[in-house]
Protein backbone atom coordinates (compact mmCIF):
# COMPACT_ATOMS: atom_id res chain seq x y z
CA UNK A 1 0.00 0.00 0.00
CA UNK A 2 2.86 2.16 1.41
CA UNK A 3 4.20 1.66 -2.30
CA UNK A 4 1.13 2.31 -4.07
CA UNK A 5 0.81 5.82 -2.07
CA UNK A 6 4.76 6.97 -3.19
CA UNK A 7 3.96 6.49 -6.90
CA UNK A 8 1.04 8.26 -6.70
CA UNK A 9 2.29 11.02 -4.89
CA UNK A 10 5.60 10.74 -7.45
CA UNK A 11 3.44 11.53 -10.15
CA UNK A 12 1.49 14.33 -8.22
CA UNK A 13 5.26 15.93 -7.84
CA UNK A 14 5.87 15.26 -11.49
CA UNK A 15 2.72 17.37 -12.89
CA UNK A 16 3.63 20.21 -10.06
CA UNK A 17 5.89 21.78 -12.58
CA UNK A 18 3.73 22.22 -15.09
CA UNK A 19 0.91 23.74 -12.94
CA UNK A 20 3.42 26.05 -11.20
CA UNK A 21 4.65 27.45 -14.76
CA UNK A 22 0.87 28.27 -15.66
CA UNK A 23 0.56 29.79 -12.71
CA UNK A 24 3.52 31.99 -12.99
CA UNK A 25 2.67 33.48 -16.76
CA UNK A 26 0.84 36.36 -15.41
CA UNK A 27 3.62 37.46 -13.03
CA UNK A 28 6.28 37.10 -15.78
CA UNK A 29 3.41 38.89 -17.78
CA UNK A 30 3.37 41.68 -15.55
CA UNK A 31 7.17 42.57 -15.53
CA UNK A 32 7.11 42.90 -19.25
CA UNK A 33 4.11 44.82 -19.26
CA UNK A 34 5.21 47.72 -17.00
CA UNK A 35 9.22 47.32 -17.86
CA UNK A 36 9.84 48.66 -21.12
CA UNK A 37 13.17 46.84 -20.96
CA UNK A 38 12.85 43.83 -24.01
CA UNK A 39 12.48 40.41 -21.95
CA UNK A 40 15.40 39.11 -23.84
CA UNK A 41 18.07 40.97 -22.04
CA UNK A 42 19.07 39.37 -19.17
CA UNK A 43 18.43 36.32 -20.69
CA UNK A 44 21.70 38.00 -23.03
CA UNK A 45 23.70 38.36 -19.17
CA UNK A 46 23.77 35.15 -18.98
CA UNK A 47 22.24 32.82 -21.40
CA UNK A 48 21.03 29.51 -20.09
CA UNK A 49 22.31 25.93 -21.89
CA UNK A 50 19.27 25.34 -23.92
CA UNK A 51 17.11 22.83 -23.18
CA UNK A 52 15.06 20.11 -25.19
CA UNK A 53 12.09 23.08 -24.57
CA UNK A 54 13.84 25.86 -25.99
CA UNK A 55 14.94 23.95 -29.02
CA UNK A 56 11.31 23.02 -30.00
CA UNK A 57 10.34 26.77 -29.48
CA UNK A 58 13.09 27.21 -31.77
CA UNK A 59 11.61 25.08 -34.04
CA UNK A 60 8.82 26.18 -34.13
CA UNK A 61 9.69 29.67 -34.77
CA UNK A 62 11.89 28.99 -37.32
CA UNK A 63 9.33 27.00 -39.16
CA UNK A 64 6.93 29.94 -38.99
CA UNK A 65 9.54 32.14 -40.31
CA UNK A 66 10.12 30.09 -43.37
CA UNK A 67 6.43 29.66 -43.90
CA UNK A 68 5.88 33.63 -44.57
CA UNK A 69 7.31 33.82 -47.59
CA UNK A 70 3.72 32.73 -48.99
CA UNK A 71 0.69 34.36 -47.95
CA UNK A 72 -0.49 33.30 -44.26
CA UNK A 73 -3.54 31.80 -45.87
CA UNK A 74 -2.16 28.88 -48.00
CA UNK A 75 -2.40 27.10 -45.11
CA UNK A 76 -1.36 23.64 -46.20
CA UNK A 77 2.06 24.82 -48.29
CA UNK A 78 2.63 26.48 -45.19
CA UNK A 79 2.57 23.46 -42.97
CA UNK A 80 4.04 21.13 -44.72
CA UNK A 81 7.50 23.24 -45.37
CA UNK A 82 6.97 24.36 -41.56
CA UNK A 83 7.14 20.58 -40.86
CA UNK A 84 10.35 20.14 -43.26
CA UNK A 85 12.02 23.05 -41.43
CA UNK A 86 11.02 21.96 -38.07
CA UNK A 87 12.52 18.55 -38.69
CA UNK A 88 15.94 19.83 -39.96
CA UNK A 89 15.88 21.49 -36.89
CA UNK A 90 15.00 19.59 -34.26
CA UNK A 91 17.73 17.19 -35.74
CA UNK A 92 20.09 19.40 -35.26
CA UNK A 93 22.75 18.81 -31.79
CA UNK A 94 21.76 21.10 -28.85
CA UNK A 95 23.01 24.62 -28.92
CA UNK A 96 22.90 24.88 -32.39
CA UNK A 97 19.67 26.41 -32.54
CA UNK A 98 18.54 29.90 -32.34
CA UNK A 99 15.69 31.48 -30.97
CA UNK A 100 14.24 34.03 -34.08
CA UNK A 101 12.56 36.91 -32.16
CA UNK A 102 9.59 38.84 -34.25
CA UNK A 103 12.24 41.13 -35.58
CA UNK A 104 13.25 38.32 -38.37
CA UNK A 105 9.73 38.66 -39.71
CA UNK A 106 9.16 40.89 -42.74
CA UNK A 107 5.76 42.40 -42.98
CA UNK A 108 6.00 42.87 -46.73
CA UNK A 109 6.53 39.44 -47.26
CA UNK A 110 3.11 38.94 -45.73
CA UNK A 111 1.53 41.91 -47.96
CA UNK A 112 1.18 43.43 -44.49
CA UNK A 113 3.62 46.42 -45.30
CA UNK A 114 3.09 49.26 -42.70
CA UNK A 115 4.46 51.85 -44.94
CA UNK A 116 2.24 51.21 -47.78
CA UNK A 117 -1.75 50.89 -45.62
CA UNK A 118 -1.71 47.64 -48.37
CA UNK A 119 -5.21 46.19 -48.39
CA UNK A 120 -6.22 42.51 -48.90
CA UNK A 121 -6.20 43.44 -53.25
CA UNK A 122 -6.47 40.38 -54.44
CA UNK A 123 -9.49 39.16 -57.05
CA UNK A 124 -10.68 36.71 -54.77
CA UNK A 125 -13.21 33.57 -57.28
CA UNK A 126 -15.14 31.60 -55.20
CA UNK A 127 -19.00 30.33 -55.67
CA UNK A 128 -21.63 27.79 -54.53
CA UNK A 129 -22.86 24.82 -56.64
CA UNK A 130 -25.90 22.20 -56.03
CA UNK A 131 -27.17 19.20 -57.41
CA UNK A 132 -30.31 17.44 -56.70
CA UNK A 133 -33.45 15.12 -57.02
CA UNK A 134 -36.64 15.16 -56.50
CA UNK A 135 -40.17 13.56 -57.30
CA UNK A 136 -43.72 15.05 -56.82
CA UNK A 137 -46.78 13.11 -56.19
CA UNK A 138 -50.17 14.44 -57.15
CA UNK A 139 -53.01 13.15 -55.56
CA UNK A 140 -54.84 12.93 -58.73
CA UNK A 141 -54.12 13.00 -62.92
CA UNK A 142 -54.93 16.36 -64.39
CA UNK A 143 -54.10 16.88 -67.72
CA UNK A 144 -52.11 19.53 -67.28
CA UNK A 145 -50.00 17.80 -64.49
CA UNK A 146 -46.53 17.05 -65.21
CA UNK A 147 -45.07 14.02 -62.78
CA UNK A 148 -41.35 14.95 -61.88
CA UNK A 149 -38.81 12.31 -61.22
CA UNK A 150 -35.65 13.87 -62.35
CA UNK A 151 -32.23 14.65 -61.21
CA UNK A 152 -31.54 18.80 -61.76
CA UNK A 153 -28.45 20.74 -61.79
CA UNK A 154 -29.83 23.89 -59.75
CA UNK A 155 -27.27 26.66 -59.53
CA UNK A 156 -23.60 27.24 -60.55
CA UNK A 157 -23.09 30.70 -59.15
CA UNK A 158 -19.36 32.33 -59.41
CA UNK A 159 -18.34 35.01 -56.74
CA UNK A 160 -15.79 37.63 -57.62
CA UNK A 161 -14.78 40.16 -55.38
CA UNK A 162 -12.17 42.48 -54.87
CA UNK A 163 -10.94 45.41 -52.53
CA UNK A 164 -10.13 48.20 -54.89
CA UNK A 165 -9.18 50.72 -51.88
CA UNK A 166 -9.51 50.08 -48.22
CA UNK A 167 -12.88 51.79 -48.36
CA UNK A 168 -13.94 50.80 -52.08
CA UNK A 169 -14.72 47.14 -53.06
CA UNK A 170 -16.21 45.60 -56.16
CA UNK A 171 -18.43 42.10 -55.88
CA UNK A 172 -20.26 40.01 -58.81
CA UNK A 173 -22.16 37.09 -58.98
CA UNK A 174 -23.02 35.31 -61.71
CA UNK A 175 -25.44 32.28 -61.96
CA UNK A 176 -24.07 29.79 -65.04
CA UNK A 177 -27.52 27.79 -65.77
CA UNK A 178 -28.96 25.50 -68.85
CA UNK A 179 -31.97 27.71 -69.31
CA UNK A 180 -33.94 28.74 -71.31
CA UNK A 181 -33.61 25.31 -72.73
CA UNK A 182 -36.12 22.71 -71.26
CA UNK A 183 -38.18 25.82 -70.63
CA UNK A 184 -41.66 25.18 -71.31
CA UNK A 185 -44.03 27.55 -73.07
CA UNK A 186 -47.69 28.67 -72.34
CA UNK A 187 -48.35 26.72 -75.84
CA UNK A 188 -47.25 23.68 -74.38
CA UNK A 189 -44.02 23.57 -76.27
CA UNK A 190 -40.57 23.65 -74.81
CA UNK A 191 -37.90 25.93 -75.81
CA UNK A 192 -35.03 23.97 -77.06
CA UNK A 193 -31.26 25.48 -77.58
CA UNK A 194 -29.87 22.48 -79.44
CA UNK A 195 -28.22 24.53 -81.91
CA UNK A 196 -24.93 22.74 -84.46
CA UNK A 197 -21.53 23.19 -82.96
CA UNK A 198 -19.13 24.59 -85.50
CA UNK A 199 -15.93 23.62 -83.82
CA UNK A 200 -17.12 19.91 -84.19
CA UNK A 201 -18.12 19.25 -87.57
CA UNK A 202 -22.26 17.84 -88.09
CA UNK A 203 -22.49 17.91 -84.12
CA UNK A 204 -24.85 19.70 -82.02
CA UNK A 205 -24.82 21.29 -78.73
CA UNK A 206 -27.22 23.36 -76.24
CA UNK A 207 -26.13 26.16 -75.09
CA UNK A 208 -27.01 27.48 -71.84
CA UNK A 209 -27.39 31.32 -70.26
CA UNK A 210 -26.29 33.59 -67.24
CA UNK A 211 -27.89 35.20 -64.87
CA UNK A 212 -26.01 38.49 -63.18
CA UNK A 213 -27.02 37.81 -59.61
CA UNK A 214 -25.42 40.95 -58.45
CA UNK A 215 -22.64 43.29 -59.83
CA UNK A 216 -22.05 46.20 -57.75
CA UNK A 217 -19.47 48.81 -56.21
CA UNK A 218 -19.30 49.33 -52.97
CA UNK A 219 -18.12 52.61 -50.63
CA UNK A 220 -17.49 53.16 -47.04
CA UNK A 221 -18.45 56.53 -46.28
CA UNK A 222 -18.21 55.72 -42.77
CA UNK A 223 -18.22 53.27 -40.37
CA UNK A 224 -21.79 53.66 -40.08
CA UNK A 225 -22.58 54.06 -43.87
CA UNK A 226 -21.74 52.44 -47.07
CA UNK A 227 -23.04 53.10 -50.43
CA UNK A 228 -23.56 50.62 -52.89
CA UNK A 229 -24.26 51.23 -56.54
CA UNK A 230 -24.34 48.48 -59.26
CA UNK A 231 -27.31 45.68 -59.56
CA UNK A 232 -27.79 44.13 -56.01
CA UNK A 233 -29.90 41.93 -53.97
CA UNK A 234 -32.95 43.41 -52.25
CA UNK A 235 -32.03 43.83 -49.11
CA UNK A 236 -35.47 42.04 -47.14
CA UNK A 237 -36.04 39.37 -45.02
CA UNK A 238 -33.84 36.52 -44.41
CA UNK A 239 -34.00 34.30 -47.53
CA UNK A 240 -32.91 36.88 -50.01
CA UNK A 241 -29.76 37.72 -48.31
CA UNK A 242 -29.30 33.76 -47.05
CA UNK A 243 -29.72 33.53 -51.07
CA UNK A 244 -26.96 31.09 -51.49
CA UNK A 245 -28.01 27.42 -51.20
CA UNK A 246 -25.07 26.10 -48.57
CA UNK A 247 -26.44 28.84 -46.70
CA UNK A 248 -30.33 28.18 -47.15
CA UNK A 249 -31.98 25.21 -44.70
CA UNK A 250 -34.94 23.41 -46.80
CA UNK A 251 -34.30 22.47 -50.38
CA UNK A 252 -37.02 24.81 -51.94
CA UNK A 253 -37.75 28.22 -51.20
CA UNK A 254 -40.98 29.36 -49.76
CA UNK A 255 -43.99 30.69 -52.17
CA UNK A 256 -43.69 34.31 -50.74
CA UNK A 257 -40.21 34.09 -51.87
CA UNK A 258 -40.06 32.31 -55.09
CA UNK A 259 -43.30 34.79 -55.91
CA UNK A 260 -41.09 37.33 -55.53
CA UNK A 261 -43.31 40.24 -52.87
CA UNK A 262 -40.55 42.23 -53.19
CA UNK A 263 -37.97 42.22 -56.27
CA UNK A 264 -35.39 40.00 -55.75
CA UNK A 265 -32.65 42.31 -57.28
CA UNK A 266 -32.84 45.75 -57.92
CA UNK A 267 -30.84 48.26 -59.92
CA UNK A 268 -29.57 51.52 -58.49
CA UNK A 269 -28.46 53.30 -55.00
CA UNK A 270 -28.59 51.23 -51.77
CA UNK A 271 -27.20 52.90 -48.40
CA UNK A 272 -26.65 51.24 -45.50
CA UNK A 273 -24.93 50.98 -42.33
CA UNK A 274 -25.35 49.74 -38.77
CA UNK A 275 -24.93 51.57 -35.12
CA UNK A 276 -24.72 49.27 -32.21
CA UNK A 277 -24.67 50.56 -28.81
CA UNK A 278 -25.03 48.03 -25.64
CA UNK A 279 -25.20 45.30 -27.33
CA UNK A 280 -28.09 46.31 -29.52
CA UNK A 281 -27.19 46.56 -33.40
CA UNK A 282 -29.08 48.85 -35.13
CA UNK A 283 -28.92 47.90 -39.07
CA UNK A 284 -30.74 50.43 -42.05
CA UNK A 285 -30.99 49.93 -45.60
CA UNK A 286 -32.55 52.36 -47.75
CA UNK A 287 -32.67 51.57 -51.34
CA UNK A 288 -33.71 54.16 -54.08
CA UNK A 289 -34.12 51.78 -57.97
CA UNK A 290 -35.45 51.31 -61.32
CA UNK A 291 -38.50 48.79 -59.87
CA UNK A 292 -39.46 45.78 -60.82
CA UNK A 293 -40.18 45.45 -64.71
CA UNK A 294 -39.22 43.33 -67.72
CA UNK A 295 -35.41 45.42 -68.17
CA UNK A 296 -34.85 46.83 -64.80
CA UNK A 297 -31.16 46.45 -65.32
CA UNK A 298 -30.78 48.69 -68.06
CA UNK A 299 -33.76 50.92 -68.12
CA UNK A 300 -36.60 52.72 -66.05
CA UNK A 301 -39.55 51.71 -68.57
CA UNK A 302 -42.23 54.25 -66.53
CA UNK A 303 -39.38 56.63 -65.39
CA UNK A 304 -40.69 56.10 -61.62
CA UNK A 305 -38.20 55.61 -59.20
CA UNK A 306 -38.77 52.77 -56.73
CA UNK A 307 -37.79 53.39 -53.21
CA UNK A 308 -37.55 51.04 -50.11
CA UNK A 309 -36.34 50.12 -47.05
CA UNK A 310 -35.07 47.75 -44.11
CA UNK A 311 -34.28 48.29 -40.15
CA UNK A 312 -33.11 45.45 -38.46
CA UNK A 313 -32.94 44.98 -34.77
CA UNK A 314 -30.24 42.62 -33.13
CA UNK A 315 -30.58 42.12 -29.52
CA UNK A 316 -27.56 40.25 -27.33
CA UNK A 317 -30.04 37.41 -26.65
CA UNK A 318 -29.53 36.15 -30.08
CA UNK A 319 -32.71 37.59 -31.68
CA UNK A 320 -33.08 39.52 -34.71
CA UNK A 321 -36.38 41.61 -35.86
CA UNK A 322 -36.54 43.11 -39.41
CA UNK A 323 -39.19 44.71 -41.64
CA UNK A 324 -38.77 46.06 -44.93
CA UNK A 325 -41.03 47.91 -47.28
CA UNK A 326 -40.82 48.39 -50.80
CA UNK A 327 -42.68 50.93 -53.62
CA UNK A 328 -42.39 51.11 -56.75
CA UNK A 329 -44.15 51.05 -60.29
CA UNK A 330 -44.46 48.07 -62.48
CA UNK A 331 -44.67 48.89 -66.29
CA UNK A 332 -44.53 45.65 -68.83
CA UNK A 333 -43.34 45.65 -72.12
CA UNK A 334 -46.50 46.14 -74.79
CA UNK A 335 -47.78 42.88 -75.96
CA UNK A 336 -48.02 44.29 -79.71
CA UNK A 337 -45.86 47.59 -81.25
CA UNK A 338 -47.76 50.59 -80.41
CA UNK A 339 -50.24 48.44 -77.74
CA UNK A 340 -50.02 50.39 -73.77
CA UNK A 341 -48.23 48.11 -71.27
CA UNK A 342 -49.20 46.40 -68.30
CA UNK A 343 -48.64 49.00 -66.06
CA UNK A 344 -49.25 49.02 -62.22
CA UNK A 345 -48.40 50.58 -58.20
CA UNK A 346 -47.33 47.81 -55.96
CA UNK A 347 -46.04 47.78 -52.27
CA UNK A 348 -44.43 45.22 -50.26
CA UNK A 349 -43.91 45.00 -46.65
CA UNK A 350 -42.97 42.55 -44.35
CA UNK A 351 -41.32 41.38 -41.23
CA UNK A 352 -38.80 38.77 -40.11
CA UNK A 353 -37.80 37.16 -37.35
CA UNK A 354 -34.22 35.30 -36.46
CA UNK A 355 -33.55 33.45 -33.05
CA UNK A 356 -30.36 31.68 -33.20
CA UNK A 357 -28.73 30.77 -29.90
CA UNK A 358 -26.24 27.75 -30.12
CA UNK A 359 -27.66 24.76 -31.87
CA UNK A 360 -31.38 26.32 -32.27
CA UNK A 361 -32.61 27.88 -34.88
CA UNK A 362 -35.50 29.63 -35.81
CA UNK A 363 -36.29 32.05 -38.53
CA UNK A 364 -40.01 33.42 -39.88
CA UNK A 365 -40.99 35.85 -42.65
CA UNK A 366 -44.94 37.43 -43.14
CA UNK A 367 -44.97 39.25 -46.17
CA UNK A 368 -48.02 41.33 -47.96
CA UNK A 369 -47.65 42.85 -51.74
CA UNK A 370 -50.50 45.09 -53.04
CA UNK A 371 -50.76 45.64 -56.19
CA UNK A 372 -52.86 49.10 -57.79
CA UNK A 373 -53.72 49.57 -61.41
CA UNK A 374 -54.00 53.97 -62.10
CA UNK A 375 -57.22 55.02 -63.44
CA UNK A 376 -57.49 53.95 -67.34
CA UNK A 377 -54.37 51.56 -67.05
CA UNK A 378 -56.21 48.63 -66.12
CA UNK A 379 -55.23 45.97 -68.32
CA UNK A 380 -57.61 43.33 -69.67
CA UNK A 381 -57.57 38.87 -69.26
CA UNK A 382 -59.68 36.64 -70.33
CA UNK A 383 -62.05 37.07 -67.41
CA UNK A 384 -62.22 40.73 -67.53
CA UNK A 385 -60.21 44.19 -66.08
CA UNK A 386 -57.48 43.06 -64.34
CA UNK A 387 -58.31 43.64 -60.71
CA UNK A 388 -56.43 45.53 -57.80
CA UNK A 389 -54.82 42.76 -55.47
CA UNK A 390 -52.94 42.12 -52.05
CA UNK A 391 -51.30 38.84 -51.71
CA UNK A 392 -49.97 37.64 -48.29
CA UNK A 393 -47.94 35.14 -46.50
CA UNK A 394 -45.86 33.20 -44.17
CA UNK A 395 -43.16 30.79 -43.52
CA UNK A 396 -41.67 29.58 -40.26
CA UNK A 397 -38.63 27.00 -40.05
CA UNK A 398 -37.21 25.69 -36.75
CA UNK A 399 -34.21 23.55 -36.38
CA UNK A 400 -31.38 22.24 -34.44
CA UNK A 401 -28.12 21.45 -34.82
CA UNK A 402 -26.79 18.64 -33.40
CA UNK A 403 -22.52 18.31 -33.46
CA UNK A 404 -22.68 14.95 -34.61
CA UNK A 405 -23.69 12.69 -37.40
CA UNK A 406 -22.53 15.33 -39.54
CA UNK A 407 -23.80 18.12 -37.97
CA UNK A 408 -27.26 16.88 -38.48
CA UNK A 409 -29.71 19.85 -38.47
CA UNK A 410 -33.79 18.43 -37.95
CA UNK A 411 -36.08 20.72 -39.25
CA UNK A 412 -39.67 21.28 -39.60
CA UNK A 413 -41.09 24.32 -42.14
CA UNK A 414 -44.69 24.83 -42.60
CA UNK A 415 -45.62 27.55 -44.86
CA UNK A 416 -48.75 29.88 -45.77
CA UNK A 417 -49.90 31.62 -49.30
CA UNK A 418 -52.68 33.22 -50.00
CA UNK A 419 -52.40 35.17 -53.72
CA UNK A 420 -55.07 37.49 -55.66
CA UNK A 421 -56.09 36.99 -58.74
CA UNK A 422 -53.98 33.85 -59.23
CA UNK A 423 -55.40 31.48 -62.05
CA UNK A 424 -53.93 28.31 -60.31
CA UNK A 425 -55.28 28.42 -56.43
CA UNK A 426 -56.24 30.64 -53.57
CA UNK A 427 -54.21 29.45 -50.89
CA UNK A 428 -51.29 27.01 -50.24
CA UNK A 429 -50.73 25.39 -47.17
CA UNK A 430 -47.63 23.53 -47.18
CA UNK A 431 -45.53 21.39 -44.65
CA UNK A 432 -42.05 19.85 -44.72
CA UNK A 433 -39.67 18.03 -42.81
CA UNK A 434 -36.35 17.02 -43.43
CA UNK A 435 -32.70 16.85 -42.47
CA UNK A 436 -29.54 19.44 -43.19
CA UNK A 437 -26.53 17.57 -42.66
CA UNK A 438 -22.72 19.65 -42.91
CA UNK A 439 -20.26 17.57 -42.55
CA UNK A 440 -17.78 20.62 -43.08
CA UNK A 441 -18.43 24.03 -43.92
CA UNK A 442 -18.24 23.61 -47.56
CA UNK A 443 -20.66 20.78 -47.86
CA UNK A 444 -24.20 20.44 -47.60
CA UNK A 445 -26.65 17.48 -47.61
CA UNK A 446 -30.76 18.07 -47.19
CA UNK A 447 -33.16 15.68 -47.35
CA UNK A 448 -36.91 16.81 -47.22
CA UNK A 449 -40.79 15.53 -47.55
CA UNK A 450 -43.26 18.15 -48.13
CA UNK A 451 -47.13 17.66 -48.39
CA UNK A 452 -48.96 20.55 -49.98
CA UNK A 453 -52.83 21.22 -49.94
CA UNK A 454 -54.70 23.44 -51.77
CA UNK A 455 -58.02 23.89 -51.05
CA UNK A 456 -60.84 23.59 -52.82
CA UNK A 457 -61.90 27.19 -54.68
CA UNK A 458 -60.91 28.46 -57.96
CA UNK A 459 -57.97 27.58 -59.78
CA UNK A 460 -56.90 24.64 -61.83
CA UNK A 461 -54.80 23.19 -58.94
CA UNK A 462 -57.95 23.31 -56.52
CA UNK A 463 -58.94 20.96 -54.08
CA UNK A 464 -55.46 18.78 -54.83
CA UNK A 465 -52.77 17.58 -52.26
CA UNK A 466 -48.73 17.19 -53.58
CA UNK A 467 -46.51 15.27 -51.91
CA UNK A 468 -43.00 16.48 -52.74
CA UNK A 469 -39.66 14.12 -51.52
CA UNK A 470 -36.35 16.05 -52.57
CA UNK A 471 -32.55 15.52 -51.69
CA UNK A 472 -29.84 17.97 -52.71
CA UNK A 473 -26.31 18.32 -52.64
CA UNK A 474 -24.34 21.94 -52.43
CA UNK A 475 -21.34 22.89 -51.61
CA UNK A 476 -18.77 26.35 -51.86
CA UNK A 477 -15.89 26.27 -53.88
CA UNK B 1 -5.71 1.31 7.27
CA UNK B 2 -8.23 4.28 7.42
CA UNK B 3 -4.73 6.66 7.18
CA UNK B 4 -3.72 5.20 4.73
CA UNK B 5 -7.18 5.21 2.49
CA UNK B 6 -7.00 9.20 3.87
CA UNK B 7 -3.33 9.16 1.95
CA UNK B 8 -4.26 7.75 -0.98
CA UNK B 9 -7.64 9.38 -1.47
CA UNK B 10 -5.27 13.10 -0.96
CA UNK B 11 -2.70 11.98 -3.72
CA UNK B 12 -5.40 11.22 -6.01
CA UNK B 13 -6.85 14.78 -5.78
CA UNK B 14 -3.39 15.74 -6.13
CA UNK B 15 -2.83 14.13 -8.94
CA UNK B 16 -6.09 15.74 -10.34
CA UNK B 17 -5.83 19.24 -9.80
CA UNK B 18 -2.16 19.18 -11.14
CA UNK B 19 -3.92 17.52 -14.24
CA UNK B 20 -6.47 20.03 -14.09
CA UNK B 21 -3.81 22.37 -13.87
CA UNK B 22 -1.85 21.46 -16.86
CA UNK B 23 -4.81 20.91 -18.95
CA UNK B 24 -5.53 24.89 -18.65
CA UNK B 25 -4.64 26.79 -21.46
CA UNK B 26 -2.27 29.77 -21.47
CA UNK B 27 -4.00 33.03 -21.09
CA UNK B 28 -4.40 35.22 -24.04
CA UNK B 29 -3.84 38.66 -24.08
CA UNK B 30 -5.35 40.79 -26.47
CA UNK B 31 -2.69 43.67 -27.86
CA UNK B 32 -2.20 46.59 -30.14
CA UNK B 33 1.18 48.41 -30.45
CA UNK B 34 2.24 50.05 -27.95
CA UNK B 35 1.38 53.74 -27.56
CA UNK B 36 -1.97 52.83 -28.95
CA UNK B 37 -4.71 54.56 -27.12
CA UNK B 38 -6.79 51.57 -26.94
CA UNK B 39 -6.22 49.82 -23.52
CA UNK B 40 -9.70 48.97 -22.46
CA UNK B 41 -12.17 47.10 -24.70
CA UNK B 42 -15.37 45.32 -24.25
CA UNK B 43 -16.28 42.03 -24.97
CA UNK B 44 -18.96 42.87 -27.43
CA UNK B 45 -16.74 45.07 -29.29
CA UNK B 46 -14.21 42.57 -29.56
CA UNK B 47 -16.33 40.29 -30.77
CA UNK B 48 -17.97 42.49 -33.71
CA UNK B 49 -14.40 43.51 -34.35
CA UNK B 50 -13.30 39.73 -35.33
CA UNK B 51 -16.64 38.96 -36.75
CA UNK B 52 -15.72 41.40 -39.78
CA UNK B 53 -17.52 44.52 -38.56
CA UNK B 54 -16.45 48.43 -38.42
CA UNK B 55 -14.92 48.96 -35.28
CA UNK B 56 -12.93 51.67 -34.16
CA UNK B 57 -10.39 52.19 -31.37
CA UNK B 58 -8.05 54.39 -30.13
CA UNK B 59 -8.62 56.74 -33.00
CA UNK B 60 -8.76 54.21 -35.76
CA UNK B 61 -10.67 51.45 -37.32
CA UNK B 62 -9.44 48.27 -36.11
CA UNK B 63 -7.81 45.71 -38.34
CA UNK B 64 -8.42 42.03 -36.49
CA UNK B 65 -5.71 39.37 -36.91
CA UNK B 66 -6.44 35.79 -35.84
CA UNK B 67 -4.10 32.61 -34.69
CA UNK B 68 -3.50 29.93 -37.23
CA UNK B 69 -6.93 28.04 -38.06
CA UNK B 70 -7.07 24.82 -35.78
CA UNK B 71 -4.33 26.08 -33.47
CA UNK B 72 -4.80 26.09 -29.68
CA UNK B 73 -4.80 30.24 -29.51
CA UNK B 74 -7.81 30.38 -32.17
CA UNK B 75 -9.59 27.35 -30.76
CA UNK B 76 -9.45 29.22 -27.07
CA UNK B 77 -10.47 33.11 -28.67
CA UNK B 78 -13.42 31.99 -30.80
CA UNK B 79 -14.77 29.94 -27.77
CA UNK B 80 -14.27 32.75 -25.44
CA UNK B 81 -15.09 35.93 -26.75
CA UNK B 82 -17.07 34.79 -30.21
CA UNK B 83 -18.73 31.78 -28.11
CA UNK B 84 -18.34 29.70 -30.95
CA UNK B 85 -16.86 25.96 -31.78
CA UNK B 86 -14.30 25.58 -34.36
CA UNK B 87 -17.13 23.91 -36.82
CA UNK B 88 -20.02 27.25 -35.87
CA UNK B 89 -16.99 29.37 -36.70
CA UNK B 90 -16.27 27.51 -40.06
CA UNK B 91 -19.74 27.62 -41.08
CA UNK B 92 -19.93 30.89 -39.91
CA UNK B 93 -17.40 32.53 -42.46
CA UNK B 94 -18.60 30.62 -44.99
CA UNK B 95 -22.07 31.48 -45.02
CA UNK B 96 -21.25 35.15 -45.01
CA UNK B 97 -18.92 34.36 -48.08
CA UNK B 98 -22.36 33.27 -49.99
CA UNK B 99 -24.35 36.10 -48.43
CA UNK B 100 -21.57 38.47 -50.15
CA UNK B 101 -20.14 40.06 -46.86
CA UNK B 102 -16.80 40.42 -45.57
CA UNK B 103 -14.48 37.54 -44.95
CA UNK B 104 -12.88 36.21 -42.13
CA UNK B 105 -10.03 38.26 -40.64
CA UNK B 106 -6.28 37.58 -41.95
CA UNK B 107 -4.98 34.40 -39.65
CA UNK B 108 -1.49 34.37 -38.99
CA UNK B 109 0.89 31.48 -38.63
CA UNK B 110 3.00 32.28 -35.32
CA UNK B 111 2.39 34.36 -32.27
CA UNK B 112 5.81 35.91 -33.44
CA UNK B 113 3.93 36.83 -36.81
CA UNK B 114 0.89 38.21 -34.29
CA UNK B 115 3.30 40.15 -32.40
CA UNK B 116 5.08 41.95 -35.10
CA UNK B 117 1.81 42.82 -36.95
CA UNK B 118 0.21 43.93 -33.28
CA UNK B 119 3.26 46.13 -33.45
CA UNK B 120 3.56 47.13 -36.82
CA UNK B 121 -0.18 47.40 -38.80
CA UNK B 122 -1.86 50.18 -38.61
CA UNK B 123 -5.05 49.56 -36.28
CA UNK B 124 -3.95 45.70 -35.84
CA UNK B 125 -5.31 43.84 -33.16
CA UNK B 126 -4.87 40.40 -31.91
CA UNK B 127 -3.94 38.24 -29.27
CA UNK B 128 -0.84 36.50 -27.92
CA UNK B 129 -0.20 33.80 -25.09
CA UNK B 130 0.79 35.59 -22.35
CA UNK B 131 4.31 33.90 -23.13
CA UNK B 132 4.75 35.41 -25.89
CA UNK B 133 4.41 38.64 -25.31
CA UNK B 134 7.08 41.50 -26.68
CA UNK B 135 8.00 44.78 -25.35
CA UNK B 136 6.06 46.62 -28.28
CA UNK B 137 3.08 45.03 -27.87
CA UNK B 138 0.54 46.76 -25.12
CA UNK B 139 -2.02 44.63 -23.14
CA UNK B 140 -5.37 45.50 -23.74
CA UNK B 141 -8.16 44.86 -20.94
CA UNK B 142 -11.24 43.01 -21.77
CA UNK B 143 -14.36 44.80 -20.24
CA UNK B 144 -12.16 46.68 -17.97
CA UNK B 145 -10.57 43.23 -16.59
CA UNK B 146 -6.47 43.40 -17.34
CA UNK B 147 -5.29 39.44 -18.13
CA UNK B 148 -3.80 39.66 -14.51
CA UNK B 149 -6.56 39.42 -13.42
CA UNK B 150 -8.23 35.89 -12.29
CA UNK B 151 -11.84 36.64 -13.84
CA UNK B 152 -10.21 37.24 -17.25
CA UNK B 153 -10.98 33.68 -19.10
CA UNK B 154 -9.65 33.82 -22.51
CA UNK B 155 -7.35 31.60 -23.13
CA UNK B 156 -5.91 28.78 -25.31
CA UNK B 157 -7.71 25.52 -25.48
Redesign the interface.
Known sequence: ??R??WI??A??SA??P??AQ??D??L???L??S?????TQPQQASPPPPSADDLAKAA??TA??A??AAP??S?PE?LAR?ADVTADIASLPAGAGTK??????D?SA?G?D?AS?SI?DKL?L?G?ADFGFNTQHWSEDRPYLDRVRSFMFGNLNL?M?KSLTPKIRS?A?VRFSFLPNAQKNPDGTYVDTTVQDVSQFGRSVQWGGIVIE?AYLEY?VT?HLTIRAGHW?TPYGIWN????S??IIPTTRPYIIGEQFFPEHQTGLELFG?H?QQ?F?LDYHVTVSNGRGPSEAQEDRDRKLAFGGRLELET?WGVRLGSSYYRGRYTGNPQTAGAMPETYLEAAYGADVLFDRGPLHIQAEAMVRERHYPLGFRTTSGAGFAADGRDLGYYAIIGYRF?QLW?VMPFFYHEDYRPSGHGFFERVDGYSAGLNF?P???TVFKVMGSYVAIPAGQGLLQDLTLRMYTAQASW?F | MKT?IT??VI??C??M???S??A?G??L?VVVAKGSSLTNISR??LK?CFLG????GGGK?LVPFNA??NSPDRAGFDKAVLGM?P?EV??F???R????QS?AP?????A??M???A????GAIGYLP??R???DV??VSVDDVP??DKRYDIAAQ
Not at chain 1, 35 to 39: G, I, T
Not at chain 1, 100 to 105: A, K, R, T, W
Not at chain 1, 241 to 244: A, C, E, Q, S
Not at chain 2, 97 to 100: A, F, H, I, L
Open positions: MKALLLLGAEAAAAGPELELADPVPPDADVAIADADAPSSDDILLLPADNYFYALERDDLIDHGPVSTGKPDNRSASV | HSIALLVLAGARDKKVAEREAVSTAPSDGRWVDKVRGGRSLPSAHAKVAKFPVDMTSQAYT
